[in-house]
């Protein structure tokens, strides 16, 4: 018998603050982190969710922690990571934030010249142990899997979701244009999808990696 496991998914955007009441983000809604979290669940295993600001109800039996800034989000994954037995970093971290947010609001004016400095590359800093499965996402504009492809060598990843944003962006309830890439470069083109659909496929494929690869025998991974 397989035991259940301990599944952490990161979801949503993160908020970057300019001043009191406005903030540098993205169009992310959160709802792809919701539907591997509802998938994972559906299937007996644990989930934590670390979510940015949405609307959204997380699914019953997964536990909260909510967030707002990228190094908040980071905070909160470093402290959960040890227990993880997965990853899923599905969360559209701003990728910039404020060099100098202010503490008053900006007063309205003919122009405005914003400094942004980048954010922390959450994955690249947290903690790792051996036998982890880790799950990024990329949604790329252009040259998808060559991006796609160095994302996952370089946050040493063991497999990535990646998306073609060509049309309508695919944020929210839009279907998706996927591909999966695994840590031995194949290759796997999903076409056009609907994201529940997505999570039952990427959750099959963490099954397969867990259950049927190295950590069924109590092994490590070749890229933790």
């Not at 397989?2 to 992310?28: A, C, K, M, Q, W």
């Not at 536990?63 to 990228?70: F, P």
Request: proline residues 6%.
């Amino acid at each position: 018998m397989t035991r259940p496991l301990r599944i952490l998914i990161s979801s949503g955007p993160t908020r970057e603050p300019i001043d009191p009441v406005r903030f540098v983000s993205n169009y992310s809604t959160g709802y792809m982190g919701s539907c591997l979290a509802a998938e994972a669940l559906r299937r007996g295993h644990r989930v934590t969710l670390v979510s940015g600001p949405t609307d959204l109800a997380p699914p019953r039996g997964a536990r909260l922690i909510r967030v707002e800034r990228a190094h908040q989000m980071q905070a909160a994954l470093r402290r959960q990571m040890r227990r993880a037995d997965v990853l899923m970093m599905a969360a559209a971290v701003s990728d910039f934030e404020p060099a100098r947010p202010r503490a008053k609001k900006l007063a309205r004016r003919g122009s405005l010249r914003l400094a942004l400095k980048a954010t922390p590359d959450i994955v690249g800093t947290l903690p790792r142990r051996r036998g982890q499965l880790l799950v990024g996402f990329a949604l790329e504009t252009s040259r998808g899997v060559a991006r796609a492809r160095a994302k996952l060598r370089a946050k040493r990843l063991d497999l990535i979701v990646g998306q073609h944003m060509n049309g309508a962006r695919p944020f929210g309830r839009q279907r998706v244009n996927a591909f999966l890439l695994d840590a031995a470069g194949g290759v796997r083109r999903l076409g056009r999808l609907d994201k529940p659909a997505l999570a039952r496929i990427v959750l099959d494929e963490i099954s397969g990696l867990w259950y049927g690869g190295m950590h069924a025998k109590g092994e490590g991974c070749a890229t933790c």
